[in-house]
């Protein structure tokens, strides 16, 4: 070819198609590079849709020679796709493109691939080793033995000068497919060319290579140069390589080609402390399948083992796997903490972040702070085969030794903080409208609050690095800061500083205290990140700020600049060079105070410690603000002392107590450090010192003592002096003594050693006290007590003004005054005068209404001085007039000057009462105040002159006015006594009609002629208008003349004195005229408070609080088995009264009853009081006699006592606490409660009298029938016990079926209707009961007699030997509320032996007479036996029992029974209390009767026999002393039956002396079983045995027996004849 000639290069597929092998058409190309010949081609083409490129020769190409060139990559574009046999075909042209060759393609031939498989695996991290480089080429050559493939890389990555031999397996270093494995490989010193020869002699032409290179034998770390690593691959001979089979073939990258995306965010990042997860996020590279495992390595910044997790044990908890959601079964820790491994169940893509959280359990304490720690990740097979290596990009983390979470300014709780700041290193990315979310445990922040952040501190909210125009908000219930970004200037991984910043955004401090731990949170809204620190930032709410400030002026006077004012302090935080210290002066109220000098520049002050000289200062604040610069360290463990000088102070203002001032410091922006703090750094400014004399300031009286408080503006050394001097000569004069720190010394300094002296000057008038101590501290304040004539003299006569001069400092170096004339101490008359004392009741043993005081201060006093009450007697001696020492007491009632008083104190065991003054009491007019009920006590012991001293204090309780007690005295007087008489009663019952009324008392004070003594009543119980002299019984008033005496009400009495009465006269009078004057009462108890005065209401002096007229309790039986003689009651017995004063622990109610109805034996039993006031109270119950029993308070009245005077108050009996009832009497029985406060067994006072049980009845009589006969008639007779209502119902209930139902009563033959009773329906209303509906009131103790007739009518045959009747009263259906008895025989083997004596057997009475003087046996069950000795009587068909003697049947003797001699002689007089008064009895063989009476139960050993020994009241009297009747009982197995005693009533009527005389024995059964087995006098008579002829005998009366055998033994003569001659009595 020719210059100028072309060659045209035309690019064809297999099939002769054009192929785009080229670059574009754009009609120039990129010239070839002609080596054979040499040329330099100077333009090229490319056409035909890149398939043709021409270019034009520049000089001879021969044609006898293989012409070559190259084009190069500038003219080629994008391979086709991948396939074989493409073609490049070559044609020749002239100039003017007419072809000179034809195109030839033979050998032009290649084959596109689809793509070169170059890859890494393992890390491909820069500095890490890959696990493996694979290297796969399709191979266009045939290789030969010993021809060779060379591998260079761009980068050095293969291990330097290796030389060794393949292997075809994977366990060797460099594994070569379809090569055998004797090739060899070798690498170049560079690291840059690894060459591999074919050694095998029978390796047939390779169509592919496949080589792999694993591991560091061959494998370098891969070079810091991240980017591409190109490797260039060419094969054939050794030193004549083929041209380069892919040029530009295996672009490796050295990045992250392994787990991508790895994010860590830990639940907590304190060193130290466990976190509570940690959450990793990554993107494998490669695909996971199930059994594939994770491995999480932990690292220091520096790359070494972390100790993250927890003990290398084997296995540990395993993580929770988010996404993919799977559950992982095993998880191991190895690598001493360091590494975390666990097998995925599932599979896990690479085209998606995986997500898994490792738990606490699986988790360690987290290294020492520090930041970069991180955890990588990589991946790989069940074989552990690294798949993908190691990454941590992105995965590291900060641990913080603290967190950077701090206050500024105050911290404590309810005050402001100035500011908060968090500084947080920030982990994630935060993009635009990323938030920010600190969430406090505490209320801290300002609630709903949403603004916009600045980056300058000058904005509520400052945030670093992220622009001002970021927004925030807080909830409503300012626990939750957000801050939104919204800059887009945002950059990434910067630390956050985040401040907060006044009230806009930050709350007062909450309340409580402790610590305020901050959770904060990042990212997209509504997806934040798990928790940053979810531990720190620990903000602990306490005293954050400077502390120890102490305020040392010098001088305290309002209206005096202070000589300096020193400050200590001790900054929270250390302070620096070029940073600032603020004082601020504030007064009490918390307003500015101008203390410090005119706005500016001012005097610097001197700082002691540390020693800085400081440069500059400033006055601000009008005055109030005094600001300097420390010029270098100020340490925050010791205190910091500086002064500020005269020259920056002001005039000190008014004079208050607590001005302050406030330290506080700043940085060198003025930004606040410590928030200000006042603790100790108070001081007052004073008008005047506090010099004060203490007792007598009168001219002539040497002082009690003399107090100097003086403010210290100095420093006081060993040696310094204190010197005061007076104006006038009022210190002994030469003393010289030490000084005492207790009050007990003539002087005492507080503050100031022991070991300080003293003395006097000769004149009296300079007194000066030397500081001894070493060890004496900078002083506050002095504080000299001097007392007493060691060093005080009695005061000149110079009465006025004393001066005090007060200076302090070094002997003969004294600084100026401090007080140069201060001090003014007046000698004048300083006690308060014009004291009275009133009393509201004056009467001993009870507490007065009110005390009323009057009195004038000398000295007026000012809002928190003291008035100190001290009550003593006549003799001068202390007593005990108000409340408890109870620390606090009820406040008086102050009425002049009007003051409300809110705090009073009572001290001294009683006898001190001490006011606390809320406002000024002037010394210009009288103060009265009048002292509560409550907070006085009873009165002491009746007497005379008893006294109120009045002294005043100031606030520190020192005395500013002596005692005084003119006209302060009074009188206590005797208890005044009130004894009402009702009529027809002993006791004035409420209710009842009370016929007199004797009251006396003592008068306290005289009564001028015309005053008024007044009775006023708390009931109503008087009639109106009465003039009360005019009555029958009237007793005027002993030693008083009685104008009028009149009833002004119907509760009101008025007495007007005609003449003066002194004070402490007995006034004794006696109201009478029953129904005329009193109505019946209306209330259980009766008072009248008694008063003395001149008014229209007599009402001025009051006599006595509650002078008892009348009062009564009441007692009911609620549940009774019974009131019938004999029998016990089942109780219990309800007891409400009301106590005349609080009750306490220890107090006893004592009950008294006239009959002894207690059980002895009863064991003590708690019982709760019931009523207002007494809820809670436990009375303990125990019966100490048959007549007496008490409640003691054991629990629940502690202190003062509990229920007032008029609560009433229930107690219980219980219902096992009764012994047998005594002998039926009238009258019931009587109660009586008395109060024994101190269990001494002395009552002080009667509580309540009332009426305890209902009339005991006898055992209703009944008319017997025989055992299953039919009843034709039932006679029946009972006394009511209480009073039974028209309307009401007796009921009888039979034990047995015995009555025809649903018969009327009242229409049978032989039916007697009830006497004393109207019936309105009788009839029985079952088979064994009947019911008697009363029409009209039938009376308590009336005798209800009645007969039922009607036989078969009526009664059906008896089943039982024994029938018995239950009586009950009542207005209920059943007729059930009141049992009268509980066994009524109606029919059986029974009877009675009265006194005649008489006996009863199935309704038929025999009377009989006993033999004289000897016992008989009257009757003899098979267990007792018992003999009669008869009484004769005046005549000799007269007898009554006079003796009973009980045995066993065998003669063992169990008790003999007498009437006592002369028993019914005794009157009221001599009768003996608790002693047998009727009977003598004398148990078992007793030489000696029985001496006390007392309820007692006797069990004779061995017999089976029980004796019972009691009294009971019995109105009226069977005798005719008191009411009451002694008896025996006696019960056995077969028999029951009781003695008593009883006069002669029915035989003399009408002769007492008679009575008396023949006294006797009454007997009756009350219960007998097997009868058939008796024997004796009375079962004869019976007819239950064959009677004898000696009982026969008995029926017969003595007159007519001796009249037959007068008759029996006439004789007549033998010759008689004709019976002329009279009768003559035989010789026989």
Known sequence: MANGEKVVCTAKTSGGAAAAVFGSDTGTATVPTFTTPSLTISSAVISGSSSVYTFTVTGAVPNNADAVFTIPSGALGNLPSAAADYEIEVATTDSSDYRIDDPQTSGGTFTIVAAPTITWTGSVNAGNVPASLRVQVSNPAILAINDIIEITASQVIFAASVSATAESASSGAVTAALINDASTYQTNPGGTVLTMTVLTATTSAISAIDIVLSTSAVMAALPSTAGAVTLTVKMGTSGSLQTVVYQNSGWLTITNTAATNVAVVLQGMDAGATPNSIQVTFRPATAMSSGDKVVCTAKTPGGAAAAVFGSDTGSATVPTVSTPSMTITVAVISGSSSVYTFAVAGAVPNNADAVFTIPSGALGSLPSAGANYKIEVLTTNSNDYVVDNAQSSGGTFT??????????????????????????????????????????????????????????????????????????????????????????????????????????????????????????????????????????????????????????PQGLVTGVVPGSIQVIFRPATSLSNGEKIVCTAKASGGGAAVVFGTDGTGTVPTFATPSLTIAT?????????????????????????????????????????????????????????????????????????????????????????????????????????????????????????????????????????????????????????????????????????????????????????????????????????????????????????????????????????????????????????????????????????????????????????????????????????????????????????????????????????????????????????????????????????????????????????????????????????????????????????????????????????VNNFLSTSTNILEMTVGSNIAAGVTISFTIAGGSNVFTSTSAPTATALATIGSGATGAETIIAKSITAWMVGTAALTSTGGLVTGTTPSGPMTLQFTPIANIVNGDAFYVYSDDSIFEEHKAAENVNGVGTGYTGIVFTFSVMSGTRAKFLVASGATGAGVAPAG????????????????????????????????DDGTAEHTVAYFNGFPEIIVAPVVVPSVTGTQIDTLAVSFETPVLVANTEIIKITFDQ??????????????????????????????????????????????????????????????????????????????????????????????????????????????????????????????????????????????QWFESFIIETPHGQRVAKINVKPHALDANRSHYRHHRFNQLDIWLGNADLPLEMLRSQLYEIDGTGIKLAVSSSRHDPPRFHSIPVMEHVYVESQYIVFAVVVSHAGTEFPGDVKMQARYAHLDWFTVDMLGIEHYAGALPEIWGVQPMSAEVEAMLTAPSKRQLAEVHAHVCLPADSGNCTAAPQPCSA
């Not at 401040?499 to 997806?527: E, F, Q």
């Not at 039916?1311 to 308590?1340: C, H, I, N, R, W």
């Open 399 to 552: 641990i913080v030794a603290a967190s950077t979470v701090t206050w500024t300014g105050s911290s404590n709780d309810g005050q402001q903080p100035y500011s908060l700041r968090m500084q947080v290193s920030n982990p994630a990315l935060l993009a635009l409208n990323d938030i920010i979310e600190i969430t406090a445990s505490q209320a801290i922040f300002t609630t709903s609050v949403s603004a916009t952040a600045e980056s300058a501190s000058s904005g509520a909210v400052a945030l670093s690095f992220i622009n001002g125009a970021s927004t925030y908000e807080t909830n409503a219930g300012g626990t939750v800061f957000t801050i939104t970004i919204l800059s887009s200037t945002v950059a990434a991984n910067q630390p956050l500083d985040l401040v907060l910043a006044g009230s806009a955004v930050l709350a007062t401090v909450p309340s409580v205290t402790g610590a305020v731990t901050l959770t904060i949170k990042m990212g997209t809204s509504g997806s934040l990140q798990t928790v940053l620190y979810q531990k720190a930032g620990w903000l602990t709410i306490t005293n954050t700020v400077t502390s120890n400030v102490a305020v040392s």
């Open 617 to 1041: 200062a400033t006055i601000s604040g009008s005055g109030s603000v005094f600001t300097f610069t420390v010029t270098g360290a100020v340490p925050n463990n010791a205190d910091a002392d500086f002064t500020i000088a005269a020259g920056a102070l002001a005039v000190l203002p008014a004079a208050a107590a607590n001005y302050e001032i406030e330290v506080s410091t700043t940085d060198s922006s003025d930004y606040v450090i410590d928030d200000p703090q006042t603790s100790g750094g108070t001081f007052t400014v004073i008008a005047a010192p506090t010099i004060t004399w203490t007792g007598s300031a009168n001219d002539g009286n040497a002082p009690v003592s003399l107090r100097i408080q003086v403010s210290n503006p100095y420093l006081l050394a060993i040696n310094d002096i204190i010197e005061i001097t007076a104006s006038q000569a009022i210190f002994t004069t030469s003393v010289s003594a030490t000084a005492e720190s207790a009050s007990s010394g003539a002087v005492a300094a507080a503050q100031i050693n022991d070991a300080s002296t003293y003395e006097t000057n000769a004149g009296g008038t300079v007194f000066t006290i030397t500081v001894l101590t070493a060890t004496t501290s900078a002083l506050a304040a002095v504080d000299i007590t001097l007392t007493g004539a060691p060093v005080l003299a009695a005061l000149p006569s110079v009465t006025g003004a004393v001066t005090m001069t007060i200076k302090m400092g070094t002997s003969g170096s004294l600084q100026a005054p401090v007080y140069q004339n201060s001090g003014w101490l007046t000698i004048t008359n300083t006690v308060v005068a014009n004291v009275v004392g009133q009393l509201g009741g004056y009467v001993t043993g009870v507490t007065p209404l009110y005390i009323t005081v009057t009195f004038r201060p000398a000295t007026a006093m000012v809002s928190g001085d003291k008035i100190v009450c001290t009550a003593k007697d006549s003799g001068g001696s202390v007593v005990a007039l108000f409340g408890s020492d109870t620390g606090t007491a009820t406040v008086p009632t102050f009425t002049t000057p009007s003051l409300t008083i809110t705090s009073a104190t009572i001290s001294g065991s009683s006898t001190v009462y001490t006011v606390v003054l809320p406002g000024a009491v002037p010394n210009s007019a009288n103060a009265e105040f009048s002292i509560p009920a409550a907070a006085l006590t009873t009165l002491p012991a009746a007497a005379t002159n008893y006294e109120i001293e009045i002294a005043t204090k100031d606030t520190n309780d020192y005395i500013v006015d002596d005692y005084s007690t003119s006209g302060g005295t009074f009188t206590i007087i005797p208890t005044p006594t009130a004894n009402p008489v009702a009529t027809g009663k002993l006791r004035a019952d409420y209710g009842s009609q009370i016929q007199s009324l004797a009251v006396s008392f003592q008068t306290p004070q005289p009564i001028a002629s015309t005053e008024k003594i007044k009775f006023t009543f708390d009931q109503t119980c008087i009639v109106n208008s009465v003039d009360l002299t005019a009555q029958s019984g009237y007793v005027a008033p002993s030693g008083i003349t």
């Open 1207 to 1238: 609560n009433a108050l229930t107690l219980t009996v219980p219902a096992n606490s009764f012994s047998l009832l005594p002998l039926p009497y009238a009258n019931t029985m009587d109660f009586t409660i008395d109060v024994d406060s101190s």
């Open 1297 to 1438: 079926a015995c009555l025809v139902n649903s018969v009327d009563l009242t229409s049978q033959t032989g039916y007697v209707a009830p006497s004393g009773v109207t019936v309105t329906s009788f009839q029985t209303v079952s088979t064994s009961a009947m019911e008697l509906v009363v029409g009209a009131d039938v009376l308590k103790g009336a005798t209800v007699s009645f007969t039922l007739g009607g036989g078969s009518s009526v009664f059906t045959s008896t089943s039982a030997s024994t029938a018995t009747a239950f009586t009950q009263i009542g207005s209920g259906a059943t007729g059930a509320e009141t049992v009268i008895a509980t066994s009524v025989s109606a029919w059986a083997s029974g009877g009675f032996a009265m006194s005649d004596p008489v006996t009863i057997w199935q309704g038929k009475k025999t009377k009989f007479w006993l033999p004289p003087d000897q016992p008989t046996v009257l009757l003899e069950t098979p267990d007792l036996r018992l003999s009669a000795t008869p009484l004769p009587g005046p005549t000799q068909d007269l």
